[in-house]
């Protein structure tokens, strides 16, 4: 099923067609033996299952082109000897390619959800997570371009660093050594003492969230705000409006090292906040009113993050810009990258302030173009979801049960 439009705006996507068609043109699909062991990631799901999504669109594919095209944009700097592992099986670059190409196409012609589901049927292999349970369940939460006010100076008000790697970390690749085995972690990031040993890098506590670090790195920025500067971090990109009302757009760079540690989790330990309560407002909330402890709940992530400036919007990790709501960030171990993939979870319905009064259910194609420290798992997705009151609102107070799919196209597609 392919469909030729002539709705404005087409012409974009036609050049990174271009790009593909050699793929095109080559690409044949490769399926792996089936492995023993645990339970992969994705299992396939056929029509007729109780597992097969219903299709649909909530946003009417509202910024799914853009999507589309920056995953586009990404395969096309790979080697085409490239594969991608999809549960048990495995597929081409050029299958890759060619799903991606094939759905766009479908999505000019703005399809009904009868259309839409009865051309995935017959289109594409479906395949669900196994979730955090092996049956299916997935947390959803959300991720925002945060928002700060900055200075270019140290002054009594801006004075906290936004800050660029330090010179004295250092990053290795185990997989270079011969003999050495990774289990899992191919990268360790430290710091090489005056007698030549390589050991851990500071944690934010020995770094005294940054401050001990101003001689070994670059300043992008002064804020005004130290829980803001934490959300920063946490978030991993941002927009800094700075004294003279120009805008810095900020991204991650690289990591102390250090795992990611919920704050939230310890507030919830203290008996300080209910379990039931924790969101990102609730927590701001807390550490507006409690300044007297609020290093020492930073302290309990000992994770620091350092930023490069970016001139466009945020960038995932595969070095592509996020598009608002069509986004995600998994496990970059367990799924494909830059793949195509629906969900199935709730979105806020009724709002009040920052209060969310109300859930509703959707579902939404997006694209897998993200991770996060906190992203472990088949079990886990975070939704990008772009910047201001609403993004912020929605990312704040998303801890909401789904399903997530992923689509690659059948052999047999035209």
């Known amino acids: 099923m392919m469909l030729v439009s002539n709705r404005p705006g087409a012409w974009r996507w036609v050049c990174l067609m271009m790009v593909a068609v050699f793929f095109l043109s080559t690409g044949c699909i490769g399926t792996g033996k089936g492995r023993s062991g645990p339970l992969p990631a994705l299992v396939p799901v056929t029509p007729g299952e109780k597992a097969y999504p219903a299709f649909g669109d909530d946003l009417n594919f509202e910024g799914l082109e853009e999507a589309l095209l920056q995953s586009l944009a990404y395969y096309s700097r790979l080697p085409e000897t490239r594969t991608f592992a999809v549960g048990d099986d495995r597929y081409s670059l050029s299958v890759m390619v060619r799903s991606v190409v094939v759905l766009l196409n479908a999505i000019q012609e703005e399809p009904t959800p009868e259309a839409l589901s009865r051309f995935i049927r017959e289109n594409y292999q479906v395949y669900r997570s196994t979730g955090r ?114 805008e810095l757009r900020v991204h991650y760079q690289t990591k102390n090292g250090h795992p990611y540690r919920s704050i939230g989790r310890y507030l919830i330990q203290q008996g300080l906040l209910e379990r039931e309560a924790v969101s990102m407002q609730t927590i701001r909330q807390w550490l507006d009113e409690n300044p007297e402890r609020r290093q020492e709940v930073f302290n309990y992530n000992p994770s620091m993050v350092f930023f490069k400036e970016e001139a466009k919007g945020p960038l995932g990790c595969y070095s592509v810009p996020v598009t608002p709501n069509r986004s995600i960030a998994t496990d970059k171990r367990q799924f494909p990258a830059c793949g195509i993939a629906f969900i199935t979870t709730e979105k806020p319905g009724e709002t009040t302030g920052d209060e969310v009064l109300s859930w509703e259910s959707f579902g939404r194609f997006v694209v897998n173009q993200d991770t996060g420290g906190a992203i472990k798992g088949p079990g886990r997705v975070d939704l990008f979801t772009g910047h201001g009151p609403s993004a912020e609102l929605t990312a704040g107070h998303m801890k909401q049960p789904g399903s997530l799919y992923f689509l690659v196209l059948k052999p047999s597609a035209r």
């Open 133 to 246: 349970d092996g049956k299916g369940d997935v947390l959803f939460t959300g991720y925002y371009e945060a928002e700060l006010t900055g200075h270019t100076e140290q002054t009594e008000q801006y004075r906290y660093p936004v800050l660029t790697r330090p010179d004295d970390l250092v990053t290795i690749d185990i997989s270079r050594f011969p003999g050495v085995k990774s289990t899992g972690k191919r990268h360790l990031i430290g710091r090489v003492t005056e007698s030549g040993a390589v050991v851990p890098y500071y944690t934010r506590n020995e770094s005294e969230n940054g401050s001990a670090l101003l001689d070994r790195t670059e300043i992008l920025a002064w804020v005004d705000d130290p829980v803001d500067l934490f959300f920063l971090e946490i978030q991993g990109s941002g927009v800094i409006t700075m004294e003279n009302g120009e």
